[in-house]
């Protein structure tokens, strides 16, 4: 492993290469669609979960792994049930893997800041369920800002700064979204009538 000592922090930086790639590919993600999210995200989940693995050696990341690993599970059921069954994942399905996780992880909560990225998850699966993309959105504004102040409770500065880049990465994704909804319902050139198109972003 390489270190570097910068401000006080002993950084591993392969870590930190493998995350700032993981933030990337997650901000762009949340400019998509929602199948497009799904796709690219559980490669972000992916990615993260690599770098929870290479920071194993240095800190428990246990946690994480979990969390991650349940991440990509849930995406990959929600992308599986859009594009073959055309429906929203089901209920008890989300509630199986949320119960699988806190199960998995639940030996290693403690202070109340550890408990932050299980809830956090928690909230954002139970958006997952819900037919309209703008839930699953701001599931992941609340998701990214709590995993902001994580960071910040953990000391984890350099997870700090890439949580605000999330966080600005989530906001203009809905942002984008609702201007996209907006202009579905605004009314055709001919004045004719106007245009509802409630469309769920797949």
Not at 106 to 130: D, E, F, I, N, R
């Amino acid at each position: 492993m390489l270190y570097v000592d910068w401000l006080g922090l002993h950084i591993n930086v392969y870590a930190q290469i493998v995350g700032f790639v993981g933030m990337i590919v997650l901000v762009w993600s949340y400019q998509l669609k929602k199948t497009g999210f799904l796709a690219l995200s559980s490669a972000a989940m992916a990615i993260f979960l690599a770098e929870s693995c290479i920071l194993a050696a240095d800190s428990d990341t246990f946690t994480g792994i979990v969390l991650n690993a349940a991440a990509i599970v849930r995406n990959l059921l929600m992308l599986f049930c859009l594009k073959k069954l055309r429906r929203e994942l089901p209920v008890w399905a989300a509630a199986c893997l949320l119960a699988a996780a806190w199960a998995a992880c639940a030996w290693k909560l403690g202070a109340w800041y550890t408990w932050l990225p299980p809830v956090l998850q928690t909230v954002y699966t139970l958006c997952s369920v819900s037919k309209r993309y703008t839930v699953l959105k701001t599931g992941a504004l609340i998701l990214e800002s709590g995993n902001l102040v994580y960071n910040a409770s953990v000391g984890a500065y350099i997870g700090v700064f890439r949580q605000i880049i999330l966080v600005i990465g989530v906001i203009a994704g809905l942002i984008g979204h609702l201007r996209a909804r907006r202009k579905e319902r605004s009314c055709d050139p001919s004045g004719a009538e106007c245009v509802r198109t409630d469309i769920k972003q797949v």
